[in-house]
């Protein structure tokens, strides 16, 4: 079995000017510190300086990495593409959708559903829209609700999947 | 991907006017590798293991909290209890290791690190005491750092020597952190049948049967129950107060699942659990005390009370197992008395008493939970008051926590403010009587009949 840690115990310990360690060793902070300082070089016994492995998260991760992504959930109906829900709600004025329609449009995103309802001077609007493969959801989500203010409206741009999760079986 | 705009409505009021969120990602570390002859090389190795694993997890959670506008509160580590970690080294200060687990918190920017932490429900080694001589030290010195003990089981019975020796680092805590209104007893917590898979501080570790690393989920969510009871009304029957919580606990506890599998996937780990616990907060309406009152008390604390409690904790597990393949055991109702303004509002109007609250942990998700009790507490009064708590989780095969808060200097009705999530406490009366004898005693109460299952 490989070593776990190399230590600054380890380190002034080591008979060497060199060290040599497994591509797994992680090596503390405090080691890298001790060997800088008495002129002691690491190295990965795969060859190079020593880098940092990645986490190696123990013997159930790559199960854990099969049997998550083969957990049953509520079936989506979009293909590769990411689905996104849109709810607005403030005060009523014309050119609110025309709008929220712009940004979407500009990102490719096409409307699959759309329900508003308008009661006295205020309105709500959802939207179920469909983001094409590729096209980052991060971006238009904050084009999005940068859009209106506090005394016009408000949108909240969230992924499908919450509501799938919430109100699907 | 037909959805109506009442569900859309409904999921986008829970996350802006009801306080829906997830409490807690936590990354549990297995930190028995970390073992060395030597304390100073074992904290090296402790703090490297932590930020190795736990550098991208405030990234991660932030990432999702973006892409799916689900609010995590809290991002936090929970390891090896540490009296495990530290035993071959045989040192009888443990207290660089907490300041070694306080540093990695630091570095990678978590709210807090739970695991300072020793099982002594059948009797120490070395290392448990030692672990126990540390704690006052350890959580004075330190900001993130969260200690907890196992006192009793069901199947080992109470260590009356341990929860003696506990009464005693509570009072210590209090008196080290005096200045700070005896904050360090609130990041301190003993458990009767333990929960190893715990994501909540101050009892938040990983137990030895856990895995090398893993990902726990907590589910808060008061404020959506609430409003839909509100929602409800008085008239209904308890059946349909049952089944509007079950329906919602479902809903809460669906966003608990999603953000579990996608924290774990994204970290490259095991999704372990997703704990459904109401847990309240100071916030106006994010109060478990606020449900019991729309089931049908008239103040938190009046008979009845535990009934509806019962209730409530029973409705939101049935909901959450629908929910979830992976329920965690402390899942219910948590009933932290600082922490939920309607809980402090019925003690300052006298409605909710120490007895009473000890009566409602007998069917609450965990225990008494941030009881601010006189500075002067005896010893063997707080030593009384946990062995209660750890009797009612012994004998009824249930988790029981017990985080008590001697505030130095105050007597009962005065009120301290620790602020933020942990909220103002109201120094409750412990009565004038104790258990000098039973204190003195020690030993073991035995495991009881219902241990005795095979």
């Known amino acids: 079995m490989p070593r776990r840690f190399l230590t600054s115990e380890d380190v002034r310990a080591a008979k060497s000017r060199e060290i040599l360690v497994d591509p797994e060793t992680l090596v503390t902070p405090q080691a890298l510190e001790a060997a800088k300082a008495a002129g002691v070089a690491i190295k990965s016994a795969a060859g190079g300086a020593y880098v940092e492995p990645a986490p190696d998260r123990g013997p159930d991760a790559a199960k854990a990495k099969a049997a998550l992504s083969a957990m049953p959930e509520p079936e989506p109906d979009l293909g590769g593409a990411t689905g996104v829900v849109v709810a607005v709600v403030g005060k009523n004025r014309p050119g609110i959708l025309m709008e929220i329609t712009g940004v979407l449009g500009a990102h490719g995103a096409s409307v699959l559903d759309i329900s508003q309802s308008v009661m006295g001077e205020y309105f709500q609007l959802t939207m179920a829209v469909q983001l094409p493969q590729g096209r980052p959801f991060g971006e238009l989500k904050a084009k999005l609700q940068c859009l209106g203010g506090p005394e016009d409206y408000v949108v909240r741009v969230m992924h499908e999947r919450v509501f799938r999760f919430m109100h699907r079986v | ?356 609250l000890e009566a409602m942990t007998a069917v609450c998700s965990v225990g008494l939970d941030m009881v601010a009790v006189p500075g002067d507490t005896p010893a063997d009064v707080i030593a009384g008051i946990i062995a209660d708590e750890m009797a009612i989780g012994m004998i009824n095969s249930k988790t029981t926590a017990v985080r008590i808060c001697p505030i130095p200097g105050l007597s009962a009705g005065q009120t301290v403010d620790w602020g933020g999530l942990l909220g103002t406490a109201i120094v409750q009366d412990p009565g004038r009587f104790g258990c000098r004898v039973l204190h003195r005693r020690g030993g073991r109460v035995p495991a009881p009949l219902q241990g005795y299952k095979n």
């Open chain 2, 1 to 356: 991907m037909t959805f109506s705009s009442r569900e859309i409505l409904e999921t986008v009021r829970m996350f802006e006017l009801e306080t829906l969120d997830i409490r807690t990602t936590t990354l549990g570390v297995n930190l028995l590798d970390c073992a060395d002859p030597d304390l100073e090389s074992t904290c090296e190795k402790v703090y490297a293991k932590i930020v190795h694993h736990g550098q991208n997890l405030v990234s991660v959670a932030n990432s999702i909290r973006d892409e799916f506008g689900v609010p995590i509160v809290n991002k936090r580590i929970a390891v090896t209890p540490i009296s495990l970690v530290a035993a071959a080294s045989g040192a009888t200060d443990l207290v660089p290791l907490a300041r070694a687990l306080d540093a990695a918190a630091k570095a990678i920017g978590i709210d807090f690190i739970g695991g300072f932490t020793a099982y002594v429900h059948k009797g120490f080694t070395r290392s448990d005491q030692a672990l126990f001589d540390s704690i006052p030290r350890a959580l004075d010195e330190t900001v993130h750092v969260c200690s907890s003990v196992s006192l009793a089981s069901t199947r080992a019975g109470i260590n009356m020597d341990a929860v003696s020796r506990f009464a005693e680092v509570v009072l210590e805590t209090a008196r080290r952190t005096a200045d700070r209104g005896g904050l360090g007893c609130a990041k301190l917590v003993c458990f009767c049948n333990t929960v190893e898979d715990n994501p909540f501080v101050a009892g938040a570790h990983i137990g030895i049967g856990e895995p090398e690393t893993v990902l726990n989920v907590g589910v808060s969510g008061p404020g959506v129950v609430r409003s839909a009871l509100a929602r409800l009304g008085p008239n209904p029957d308890l059946l349909a107060v049952a089944e509007t919580i079950k329906r919602t606990a479902f809903k809460i506890t669906r966003m608990g699942e999603l953000v579990g599998r996608e924290a774990a996937r994204r970290l490259g780990t095991s999704f372990g659990i997703v704990d459904i616990s109401l847990a309240p907060t100071p916030a106006d309406g994010d109060s478990v005390s606020d449900i019991l009152e729309l089931i049908g008390v008239d103040r938190t604390g009046a008979p009845g009370t535990t009934a509806a409690l019962a209730l409530l904790t029973d409705a939101v597990k049935k909901g959450g197992a629908m929910a979830s393949s992976s329920v965690g055991g402390l899942s219910g109702a948590f009933i932290p008395v600082s922490e939920d303004s309607g809980m402090i509002a019925a003690v300052r109007d006298g409605a909710l008493s120490l007895p009473k």
